[in-house]
Protein backbone atom coordinates (compact mmCIF):
# COMPACT_ATOMS: atom_id res chain seq x y z
CA UNK A 1 0.00 0.00 0.00
CA UNK A 2 1.35 3.56 -1.12
CA UNK A 3 1.70 6.18 1.25
CA UNK A 4 -1.08 8.04 -0.66
CA UNK A 5 -3.71 5.27 0.27
CA UNK A 6 -2.61 5.03 3.95
CA UNK A 7 -5.64 4.39 5.52
CA UNK A 8 -6.06 7.42 8.70
CA UNK A 9 -6.26 5.94 12.16
CA UNK A 10 -6.17 7.13 15.32
CA UNK A 11 -2.60 5.96 16.01
CA UNK A 12 -2.13 8.12 12.60
CA UNK A 13 -3.15 11.12 14.16
CA UNK A 14 -0.68 10.69 17.07
CA UNK A 15 2.21 10.45 15.02
CA UNK A 16 1.43 13.57 12.78
CA UNK A 17 1.18 15.43 16.00
CA UNK A 18 4.11 13.86 17.92
CA UNK A 19 6.59 14.60 15.01
CA UNK A 20 4.53 18.21 15.29
CA UNK A 21 2.98 17.73 11.56
CA UNK A 22 -0.24 19.14 12.82
CA UNK A 23 -1.08 21.17 15.54
CA UNK A 24 -3.53 20.33 19.11
CA UNK A 25 -6.77 21.79 17.27
CA UNK A 26 -6.22 19.96 14.53
CA UNK A 27 -4.70 16.70 16.44
CA UNK A 28 -8.41 16.83 18.92
CA UNK A 29 -10.75 17.33 15.56
CA UNK A 30 -9.24 14.77 13.81
CA UNK A 31 -9.45 12.40 16.76
CA UNK A 32 -13.37 13.67 17.49
CA UNK A 33 -14.12 12.87 13.24
CA UNK A 34 -12.57 9.03 13.96
CA UNK A 35 -14.86 8.40 16.68
CA UNK A 36 -18.09 7.05 15.99
CA UNK A 37 -19.54 3.58 14.94
CA UNK A 38 -16.17 2.16 13.34
CA UNK A 39 -14.37 2.75 16.67
CA UNK A 40 -17.30 0.69 19.02
CA UNK A 41 -17.40 -2.20 16.12
CA UNK A 42 -13.40 -2.14 16.57
CA UNK A 43 -13.52 -2.24 20.29
CA UNK A 44 -16.07 -4.63 20.67
CA UNK A 45 -13.96 -7.27 18.36
CA UNK A 46 -11.00 -6.27 20.44
CA UNK A 47 -12.99 -7.00 23.67
CA UNK A 48 -14.76 -10.53 22.75
CA UNK A 49 -11.05 -11.34 21.54
CA UNK A 50 -9.37 -10.12 24.52
CA UNK A 51 -12.28 -12.50 26.65
CA UNK A 52 -12.31 -15.72 24.69
CA UNK A 53 -8.10 -15.48 24.55
CA UNK A 54 -8.12 -15.12 28.67
CA UNK A 55 -11.09 -18.10 28.85
CA UNK A 56 -9.28 -20.46 26.77
CA UNK A 57 -5.53 -19.85 29.03
CA UNK A 58 -8.21 -19.82 32.08
CA UNK A 59 -9.12 -23.42 30.44
CA UNK A 60 -5.90 -24.49 29.93
CA UNK A 61 -5.11 -23.81 33.77
CA UNK A 62 -8.20 -25.91 34.97
CA UNK A 63 -7.95 -28.53 32.73
CA UNK A 64 -4.20 -29.17 34.30
CA UNK A 65 -5.43 -28.48 37.82
CA UNK A 66 -8.53 -30.98 37.32
CA UNK A 67 -6.71 -33.53 35.94
CA UNK A 68 -3.60 -33.44 37.42
CA UNK A 69 -3.56 -36.54 38.97
CA UNK A 70 -4.24 -38.61 35.54
CA UNK A 71 -1.85 -37.17 33.16
CA UNK A 72 1.79 -38.38 32.96
CA UNK A 73 4.60 -36.48 33.49
CA UNK A 74 5.76 -36.03 29.70
CA UNK A 75 2.17 -35.54 29.01
CA UNK A 76 1.59 -32.53 31.31
CA UNK A 77 4.58 -31.03 29.51
CA UNK A 78 3.54 -32.34 26.02
CA UNK A 79 0.63 -30.57 26.12
CA UNK A 80 1.97 -27.34 27.56
CA UNK A 81 5.03 -26.80 24.79
CA UNK A 82 2.75 -27.77 22.21
CA UNK A 83 0.81 -25.04 22.89
CA UNK A 84 3.24 -22.62 23.12
CA UNK A 85 4.68 -23.75 19.85
CA UNK A 86 1.04 -23.59 18.03
CA UNK A 87 0.75 -20.53 19.36
CA UNK A 88 4.24 -18.93 18.37
CA UNK A 89 3.63 -20.28 14.31
CA UNK A 90 0.49 -19.08 14.08
CA UNK A 91 1.66 -15.91 15.39
CA UNK A 92 3.93 -16.08 12.12
CA UNK A 93 1.16 -16.16 9.75
CA UNK A 94 0.04 -12.79 8.27
CA UNK A 95 -3.29 -12.62 9.50
CA UNK A 96 -5.29 -9.71 8.29
CA UNK A 97 -5.95 -7.91 11.68
CA UNK A 98 -2.38 -7.72 13.12
CA UNK A 99 -4.42 -8.08 16.77
CA UNK A 100 -4.77 -11.73 16.32
CA UNK A 101 -0.91 -12.18 16.13
CA UNK A 102 -0.40 -10.34 18.74
CA UNK A 103 -2.84 -11.94 20.61
CA UNK A 104 -1.21 -15.23 19.93
CA UNK A 105 2.02 -14.13 21.19
CA UNK A 106 0.42 -13.08 24.63
CA UNK A 107 -0.84 -16.31 24.91
CA UNK A 108 2.57 -18.15 24.31
CA UNK A 109 4.18 -15.73 26.79
CA UNK A 110 1.37 -16.38 29.37
CA UNK A 111 1.90 -20.32 28.54
CA UNK A 112 5.60 -19.64 29.71
CA UNK A 113 4.33 -19.26 33.42
CA UNK A 114 2.27 -22.48 33.35
CA UNK A 115 5.29 -24.32 31.95
CA UNK A 116 7.67 -22.84 34.52
CA UNK A 117 5.00 -23.54 37.19
CA UNK A 118 4.36 -27.09 35.48
CA UNK A 119 8.67 -27.64 36.15
CA UNK A 120 8.60 -26.23 39.58
CA UNK A 121 5.58 -28.64 40.70
CA UNK A 122 7.66 -31.66 39.17
CA UNK A 123 10.75 -31.36 39.88
CA UNK A 124 10.47 -29.76 43.35
CA UNK A 125 13.46 -27.29 42.46
CA UNK A 126 13.24 -25.81 45.76
CA UNK A 127 13.01 -22.54 44.18
CA UNK A 128 10.93 -19.45 45.45
CA UNK A 129 8.31 -17.95 43.69
CA UNK A 130 10.00 -14.63 43.17
CA UNK A 131 12.72 -16.43 40.86
CA UNK A 132 9.77 -18.55 38.83
CA UNK A 133 8.43 -14.81 38.14
CA UNK A 134 12.07 -13.01 37.07
CA UNK A 135 12.68 -16.23 35.35
CA UNK A 136 9.07 -15.62 33.68
CA UNK A 137 9.93 -11.93 32.91
CA UNK A 138 13.27 -12.46 31.21
CA UNK A 139 11.89 -15.12 29.13
CA UNK A 140 9.06 -13.51 27.49
CA UNK A 141 10.46 -9.96 26.90
CA UNK A 142 11.89 -10.65 23.46
CA UNK A 143 8.47 -11.64 22.29
CA UNK A 144 6.96 -8.52 24.17
CA UNK A 145 9.37 -6.26 21.98
CA UNK A 146 8.23 -8.01 18.36
CA UNK A 147 4.86 -8.15 19.20
CA UNK A 148 4.60 -4.39 19.83
CA UNK A 149 1.36 -4.81 21.70
CA UNK A 150 0.46 -2.49 25.22
CA UNK A 151 -1.30 -5.58 26.59
CA UNK A 152 1.33 -7.68 26.27
CA UNK A 153 3.52 -5.07 28.09
CA UNK A 154 0.96 -4.94 30.48
CA UNK A 155 1.41 -9.01 31.18
CA UNK A 156 4.72 -8.15 32.07
CA UNK A 157 4.96 -5.66 34.27
CA UNK A 158 2.00 -7.60 36.30
CA UNK A 159 4.97 -10.67 36.32
CA UNK A 160 7.86 -8.23 36.76
CA UNK A 161 5.66 -6.20 39.83
CA UNK A 162 4.84 -9.88 41.00
CA UNK A 163 8.56 -10.90 41.06
CA UNK A 164 9.67 -7.64 43.03
CA UNK A 165 7.00 -8.23 45.55
CA UNK A 166 7.90 -12.09 46.42
CA UNK A 167 11.38 -10.96 46.17
CA UNK A 168 11.39 -8.36 48.81
CA UNK A 169 9.03 -10.47 50.63
CA UNK A 170 11.40 -13.16 50.91
CA UNK A 171 14.77 -12.37 51.17
CA UNK A 172 14.46 -9.47 52.99
CA UNK A 173 13.57 -9.49 56.69
CA UNK A 174 11.40 -6.74 56.67
CA UNK A 175 10.84 -5.17 60.07
CA UNK A 176 7.36 -3.68 60.78
CA UNK A 177 8.74 0.04 60.88
CA UNK A 178 9.82 -1.11 56.97
CA UNK A 179 6.27 -1.56 55.58
CA UNK A 180 6.74 1.29 53.07
CA UNK A 181 9.70 -0.31 51.12
CA UNK A 182 7.85 -3.06 49.13
CA UNK A 183 5.04 0.11 47.84
CA UNK A 184 7.94 2.37 47.32
CA UNK A 185 9.85 0.09 45.29
CA UNK A 186 6.83 -0.88 43.40
CA UNK A 187 6.26 3.12 42.59
CA UNK A 188 10.02 2.74 41.83
CA UNK A 189 10.37 0.04 39.39
CA UNK A 190 6.54 1.42 37.71
CA UNK A 191 7.78 5.02 37.52
CA UNK A 192 11.00 4.17 35.95
CA UNK A 193 8.97 1.77 33.31
CA UNK A 194 7.02 5.00 32.92
CA UNK A 195 9.83 7.67 32.03
CA UNK A 196 11.23 4.97 30.18
CA UNK A 197 8.43 4.86 27.57
CA UNK A 198 7.64 9.05 27.52
CA UNK A 199 11.73 8.55 26.27
CA UNK A 200 10.80 5.80 24.06
CA UNK A 201 7.79 7.22 22.36
CA UNK A 202 10.15 9.93 20.62
CA UNK A 203 11.83 6.96 19.06
CA UNK A 204 9.58 4.18 18.27
CA UNK A 205 6.31 5.15 16.76
CA UNK A 206 4.02 2.34 18.00
CA UNK A 207 4.11 3.05 21.91
CA UNK A 208 2.29 6.50 20.89
CA UNK A 209 -0.86 4.79 21.22
CA UNK A 210 -1.99 6.15 24.15
CA UNK A 211 -3.32 2.68 25.70
CA UNK A 212 0.41 1.86 26.30
CA UNK A 213 0.89 5.09 28.66
CA UNK A 214 -2.39 4.65 30.59
CA UNK A 215 -1.69 1.17 31.28
CA UNK A 216 1.71 2.45 33.10
CA UNK A 217 0.05 5.62 34.28
CA UNK A 218 -2.38 3.41 36.35
CA UNK A 219 0.22 0.97 37.41
CA UNK A 220 1.98 4.43 38.79
CA UNK A 221 -1.09 5.85 40.11
CA UNK A 222 -2.04 2.46 42.47
CA UNK A 223 1.33 2.59 44.01
CA UNK A 224 1.27 6.02 44.76
CA UNK A 225 -2.24 5.52 46.12
CA UNK A 226 -0.74 2.64 48.35
CA UNK A 227 1.74 4.69 49.61
CA UNK A 228 -0.17 7.67 50.77
CA UNK A 229 -2.75 5.41 52.32
CA UNK A 230 -0.21 4.13 53.79
CA UNK A 231 1.63 7.01 55.19
CA UNK A 232 -1.93 7.94 56.64
CA UNK A 233 -2.68 5.10 58.50
CA UNK A 234 1.03 4.54 59.86
CA UNK A 235 1.78 8.20 60.70
CA UNK A 236 4.59 6.83 63.99
CA UNK A 237 6.74 5.44 60.53
CA UNK A 238 7.20 9.48 59.89
CA UNK A 239 11.21 9.22 59.88
CA UNK A 240 13.35 11.25 57.88
CA UNK A 241 13.33 8.22 55.37
CA UNK A 242 9.05 7.58 55.19
CA UNK A 243 8.63 11.31 55.15
CA UNK A 244 10.56 12.21 52.16
CA UNK A 245 8.47 8.70 50.58
CA UNK A 246 5.43 11.08 51.37
CA UNK A 247 7.05 14.41 50.06
CA UNK A 248 8.06 12.52 46.85
CA UNK A 249 4.51 11.14 46.48
CA UNK A 250 3.00 14.34 46.41
CA UNK A 251 5.63 15.34 44.09
CA UNK A 252 4.79 12.62 41.56
CA UNK A 253 0.90 13.18 41.85
CA UNK A 254 1.12 17.01 41.42
CA UNK A 255 3.70 16.43 38.06
CA UNK A 256 0.75 13.82 36.92
CA UNK A 257 -1.82 16.49 37.49
CA UNK A 258 0.05 18.84 35.17
CA UNK A 259 1.47 16.22 32.72
CA UNK A 260 -2.10 14.32 32.23
CA UNK A 261 -4.48 17.61 32.26
CA UNK A 262 -2.48 20.09 30.30
CA UNK A 263 0.47 18.46 28.66
CA UNK A 264 -0.84 14.87 27.48
CA UNK A 265 -4.52 16.02 27.66
CA UNK A 266 -5.40 12.55 28.29
CA UNK A 267 -8.87 12.39 30.46
CA UNK A 268 -8.57 8.99 31.13
CA UNK A 269 -5.62 9.18 32.72
CA UNK A 270 -6.41 12.14 34.56
CA UNK A 271 -9.67 10.76 35.71
CA UNK A 272 -8.16 7.70 37.22
CA UNK A 273 -5.88 10.14 39.69
CA UNK A 274 -8.30 12.35 40.10
CA UNK A 275 -10.59 9.13 41.84
CA UNK A 276 -6.95 7.61 42.91
CA UNK A 277 -6.68 11.31 45.32
CA UNK A 278 -10.43 10.99 45.85
CA UNK A 279 -9.37 8.02 47.68
CA UNK A 280 -6.63 9.31 49.76
CA UNK A 281 -8.38 12.55 50.86
CA UNK A 282 -11.20 10.36 52.11
CA UNK A 283 -9.05 7.73 53.81
CA UNK A 284 -7.13 10.86 55.64
CA UNK A 285 -10.38 12.57 56.60
CA UNK A 286 -12.03 9.11 58.18
CA UNK A 287 -8.66 8.50 59.74
CA UNK A 288 -9.00 11.78 61.73
CA UNK A 289 -12.41 11.43 62.30
CA UNK A 290 -12.09 7.93 63.83
CA UNK A 291 -9.61 9.14 66.21
CA UNK A 292 -11.60 12.19 67.69
CA UNK A 293 -15.18 10.62 67.42
CA UNK A 294 -16.12 9.49 70.95
CA UNK A 295 -19.62 7.39 69.53
CA UNK A 296 -19.57 4.76 66.58
CA UNK A 297 -23.37 6.42 65.26
CA UNK A 298 -21.44 9.48 64.84
CA UNK A 299 -18.65 8.52 62.92
CA UNK A 300 -20.74 6.54 60.36
CA UNK A 301 -23.57 9.18 59.65
CA UNK A 302 -20.63 11.67 59.27
CA UNK A 303 -18.15 9.66 57.32
CA UNK A 304 -21.15 8.79 54.66
CA UNK A 305 -21.56 12.57 54.53
CA UNK A 306 -18.13 13.25 53.49
CA UNK A 307 -18.35 9.80 51.05
CA UNK A 308 -21.32 11.97 49.31
CA UNK A 309 -19.51 15.20 48.80
CA UNK A 310 -16.20 13.75 47.93
CA UNK A 311 -17.81 11.92 45.59
CA UNK A 312 -20.43 14.25 44.26
CA UNK A 313 -17.64 17.16 43.61
CA UNK A 314 -15.60 14.29 42.23
CA UNK A 315 -18.21 13.53 39.46
CA UNK A 316 -18.71 17.27 38.83
CA UNK A 317 -14.72 18.09 38.30
CA UNK A 318 -14.66 14.87 35.98
CA UNK A 319 -17.66 16.47 34.43
CA UNK A 320 -16.55 19.55 33.61
CA UNK A 321 -12.94 18.82 32.57
CA UNK A 322 -14.17 16.44 30.06
CA UNK A 323 -16.13 18.55 28.40
CA UNK A 324 -12.89 21.27 28.27
CA UNK A 325 -10.56 18.84 27.02
CA UNK A 326 -12.86 17.75 23.93
CA UNK A 327 -14.82 14.47 23.13
CA UNK A 328 -12.40 13.25 21.33
CA UNK A 329 -9.74 12.78 24.59
Given amino acids: MSQASKPI ?7 LYHHELINEETRR ?31 IMFFFAYNWEDLGKWLQFALVEAAILICLIASLFPFKAKLINQTLMLAASFLVGVLLALIGQTY ?3 ANAWQLFAVWAVVI ?3 ICLSKFAAHWALWLTVANLGLHFWMEQTLQLTRHETLAIPTAHALLNGTALACLLYARKIFSWLQGPWTLRILCLAFIINLC ?9 PHLFTSWPLLVALSTIAAQALLFYLSRLKWQDFITHALLIISLAIQLETALLK ?4 YSQGETATLF ?4 ITIV ?8 LKTTHHKMGEGQ
Fill in 29 to 59: ASQSFLQGPRQWKLWIERLFLGLSTALILAS
Fill in 141 to 143: LPW
Fill in 288 to 291: LLTS
Fill in 9 to 15: TPNLIEQ
Fill in 302 to 305: IGSI
Fill in 124 to 126: QTG
Fill in 226 to 234: ILSIQCIFH
Fill in 310 to 317: IFTALISY
